[in-house]
């Protein structure tokens, strides 16, 4: 992908990413103003309904208090029956009459169809008067308990000790409230189901009315629950609403309440009798309130939008032509000895500029090495051809020795011949690879040359021990590691007035590394004055020519890291060891290590 094409993406990512984030960061504003301001309107409007629906409860107790203390309604319900047909018609008319007027004394019962209904105990004489045989519905308002008292709601008013029993009549038109009537005026004897059930019923229709039910969006209602939290009334807003089972909602402030698969804000407030009165909101009423108030913002964002997406292209288009231009310039280079780069080729930004002149820097400094590593290559070689010119010599003298090896066999002189044999032996192994890896024999038997040519010179006992470790062949280790140390032990260990010396060596593994110790019968030396001279510390050691253990211990480390390298030791006083340390996955046929 071009430069282009990445620039005016990433450009309209972020213009996208900003404006996504501002209309979800106003959609969440929005959704939680709306819904603040739906909770302080249902909370005003349950709150004026509390005191509205206080009004009608306490009217309805007023009425009951009348029936309770109406003394012509307790002497009529204590009278005795069937002496006089006439006075059981009397008594039966005043019945009526005495309930309807205390009814008729309520204005506020009286204009919203409030109808009040007396169900006589059956344990009263009185209550034969208003079998349904001699009783004309929706005439009378007394009534025969034994006409209902199968009914659950009949049932339910006898077991309540205080309060109403709150329902829906059977076609749900009425809300009913049914309560235990008794009487303080009753001169009878004691009842305990009182004088009746007083049944009051008021027009689902009216509930409207004596409430200010207003729905503060389009979906949003009312419910009326009793203290079962069965459902008594719903408002037209709430008509799909499916309520088959008792609902229990918290008497909270405000809620959020799933019904039917539906979510709605409620807010709800206990009122008299038990009843609960639920306020319901859709949040789906919310959601579109809110996104008709977004609509605006929605509409200024794909302008933005668009706008930006020119802007874009426009920026994209500024942004990447002279790095286009400078990429272009770079692909015609093949050989940067022949460019002559001129930074004001390049025109745009001060970025791009300041590119240009470090890239012509870049090119002059890359000029200049490859004219030194021109230099280095041709002087290496001049090197390698005198250190070619320089392997002339030893060869010559390596076949003059052959020659004067033949001559002394020739005359035998066999001393002579086995010494000058061990010399050129000795020339023959430094001057063939000499930093290869070999096994630890091929070293011993260039030690054992050494050694003969050294005895024979000094007429010193000299004797070389391998001791009880792991078998020469089975050790690998670089070339000229081992005769350093033990040509160490001869010159140092000994002086010409010593008879001879006995040299140690030992190899063993250990912790998968290689370690081979070169020990002596000799004078011994300061271990710590020779590891400090290891580390290049300056130290009072005399130093002679040849490989020495500086030499040994770097080779072996840059061969092998920290995992090779030379340490002496102290035992028995100043008993010098010498231990060299390799890792033991030495190979020496491939002159390598793992």
Known sequence: MSITKRTFLIICCIISAILLTLNGATYLLFRASITQQLITSQEAIIEANVRLSGIFTQTVDQLVYRYTSDQQLGELLGRDIGQDELRDLNTKFALNNRLIYQQNAEPLLLNNGFRAELYVNPALEVSQLFLPSSTIPEVSRVYSGAMVEQEDWYQAALQRRSGQHIFLNEDQTRLCFARRLQSSTFTGAYQKDGMGVLLGSLPVNQISRLLSLVPVTRHSGFLLLNDQGDQIYRSANLSE????????????????????????????????????????????????????????????????????????????????????????????????????????????????????????????????????LTAKEKLRRESELKALQAQINPHFMLNAMNAVNYMALAREEDDIAATVDSIASLMRYSITEPDRMVTMSTELENIREYISVYVLRFQQDIRLEILPGLHPAQVVIPKFTLQPLVENSIRHGITRQDPGITIRIRAREENGLLIVEVTDTGRGGDAALLNAYLDYQDVQLQVTHGFGIRNVNERLMLRFGQRGGLRYFNYDGRQLLARLILPSECDAASDTWP
């Open 241 to 372: 609403l499916s309520i088959a089972d008792a609902l229990l909602i918290p008497n909270s402030v405000s809620s959020e309440l799933n019904i039917g698969g539906q979510e709605y804000l409620c807010t709800s407030q206990k009122l008299e009798w038990g009843i609960q009165l639920v306020f319901l909101t859709p949040y789906r009423d919310i959601t579109s309130q809110v996104w008709s108030m977004m609509f605006p913002y929605l509409l200024c964002s794909v302008i933005f939008m668009l706008v930006g997406i020119l802007f874009s292209l426009m920026l994209s288009a500024g942004i990447s032509r002279p790095v286009v231009q400078f990429t272009k310039k770079l692909e015609t280079i093949r050989d940067t000895r022949g460019v002559e780069w001129n930074p004001a080729d390049i025109r745009g930004p001060r970025e791009i500029q300041q590119l240009s002149t470090s890239f012509g820097s870049l090119i002059d400094r890359i000029n200049t090495l490859i004219q030194e």
